[in-house]
């Protein structure tokens, strides 16, 4: 009888990484990594002899989930409540949503400050000559202000 052909399985994730491999995993560089833990967003993951970190593949998901958070522009102390609530399987999907809901009306207050900014320097730019002359009315409105 003939053996069927068949691609080899994918290697199976390593069962811990040390924090460049959980940083490429993650796409959370090693520096962000420490510093999250050094702020206890994330806790101190295991150590080596030597005292290297090791990650586990739940661990990584957990840096996995911050960086997507950062992504939506989400700040620290609310990452750190989603992980919370995400971590609590009792949650309610309400809180989850009252503060996502929270931070679209930051964005959009901040969306419309970036707009007010841009049509002030519009305003200023569409002012200056853009020529040999000294004057600037940019320069002025800074030191005005």
Known sequence: MHAACHDPAPAPAPASMNIGEAARASGVTAKMIRH??????????????????LYSEPEVRVLQFIHRAR??????????????LWQDKRRASADVRALAQRHIGELDRRIADMAAMRRTLESLAASCHGDDRSDCPILDDLAAH
């Open 36 to 53: 999250y833990e050094s702020i206890g967003l994330v806790k101190a993951p295991r150590r080596t002899g030597a005292g290297y970190r």
């Open 71 to 84: 992504a939506l522009g989400f700040s620290l102390e609310q990452i750190r409540d989603l992980l919370a």
